[in-house]
């Protein structure tokens, strides 16, 4: 079964432009994630969705960060304009979990963005 | 809300050594717990789950039991090997009501191990 696919893997850009992550979740799941990685800050949520409907976005750092979901097998995190301190891993999760206790989040590989 | 303190690190280990990563939550009600690993260059991955109390789960030769109690999920190995050099990160489900999922994870803790 293929996982959560993330692309690209790896971006290096320069201040002040736009970036587009993408995520393709696993097929069945219910629920994405987007999740940063930085040293200084550890795993931050950043937005997640249910049914493609954001749910909390309470994590997305500022207004040049936005996350959509336009339908059930495709996800975007877009930052305009981008900084340095931007710089991170983002994580793409997805779960099949709805209104539950909770249960397994299944991570993507991961986008490594450099921004100059 | 729920929070999630795992012990600091970085934990150094020699080859079969012993190992104890301690994680504490707190929570409203009962959350399922995990770990999970992160080796380098890749993203996190399921090693191991409890849905309740008393419940031990296990894989690869790790451990963590749901103690109520203590409220902790402390990771153990018995004897560790370089290819467990890995970032491990505890985390707590979102208990009762509606979650749609979502997980409150520890800071994470770097284990290297030494041949």
């Known amino acids: 079964d293929a996982g959560v696919i993330q692309s690209p893997r790896h971006e290096v850009t320069e201040m002040g432009q736009e970036v587009t992550l993408r995520c393709k979740p696993i097929?069945?799941?219910?629920?994405l994630f987007w999740y940063r990685q930085t040293m200084m800050r550890g795993l931050e949520l950043l937005i997640y969705?249910?049914?493609?409907?954001?749910?909390?976005d309470s994590g997305m750092p500022e207004d040049r960060f936005s996350a959509k979901m336009p339908n059930a097998s495709f996800s975007t995190l877009k930052i305009q304009p981008s900084e340095p301190r931007d710089s991170a891993v983002y994580f793409c999760a997805s779960s099949a979990t709805g209104i539950s206790r909770g249960g397994e989040l299944f991570f993507g590989e991961g986008s490594r963005l450099t921004v100059l | 809300g729920n929070s999630v303190t795992q012990m600091e690190g970085p934990v150094t280990l020699s080859e079969e050594a012993f190992l104890t990563i301690n994680c504490t939550y707190t929570?409203?009600?009962?959350?399922?717990l995990f770990w999970y690993v992160q080796y380098p260059g890749e993203g996190l991955q399921l090693l191991l789950k409890a849905t309740k109390a008393d419940d031990k789960g296990s894989n690869k030769g790790f451990e963590a039991t749901y103690r109520k109690e203590t409220t902790s999920f402390h990771l153990e190995k018995g004897s560790v090997q370089v290819s467990d050099s890995a970032v491990y990160f505890c985390a707590s489900s979102n208990a009762g009501g509606t979650s749609y999922g979502k997980l409150t994870f520890g800071q994470g803790t770097i284990l290297t191990v030494h041949p």
């Open positions: 097929s069945g799941h219910n629920s």
């Open positions: 929570a409203t009600g009962y959350p399922s």
């Open positions: 969705f249910n049914n493609n409907v954001p749910i909390d």
